[in-house]
């Protein structure tokens, strides 16, 4: 989902406080791309090594916005709720 400039500004700020400027743990670069999207990690239920996918029903997810180091390639999620973007990390069975 497309994350408003706004947003994404305020998460790179928020990235930025917090880790005192990124450092890639790989290669040790420092320039990243932030990508101005909301991600979902979205977490099903499982019973032993089934998936239970049924779309009439609720998923785990946190949402996270990437930024990948411009140099190795890799790549680090972070929690838009814990840098303040928005309200809700998650649905769980709570919510259904
Ligand atoms: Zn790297």
Do not use: H, W
Request: proline share 2%; aromatic share 8%; with cysteine.
């Amino acid at each position: 989902m497309k994350m408003s400039m706004e947003n994404a500004v305020k998460a790179l700020d928020a990235i930025n406080e917090k880790t005192k400027g990124l450092q890639c743990p790989m290669c040790q670069s420092r320039m990243f791309d932030l990508a101005p999207v909301e991600l979902q990690i979205i977490g099903y239920d499982r019973e032993k090594n089934d998936l239970n996918i049924s779309f009439g029903d609720r998923v785990d997810f946190v949402s996270v916005i990437s930024a990948t180091c411009k140099n190795c390639g890799y790549t680090a999620l972070f929690n838009l709720k814990k840098l303040g973007i928005i309200e809700s990390e998650f649905n769980n069975s709570n919510n259904k």
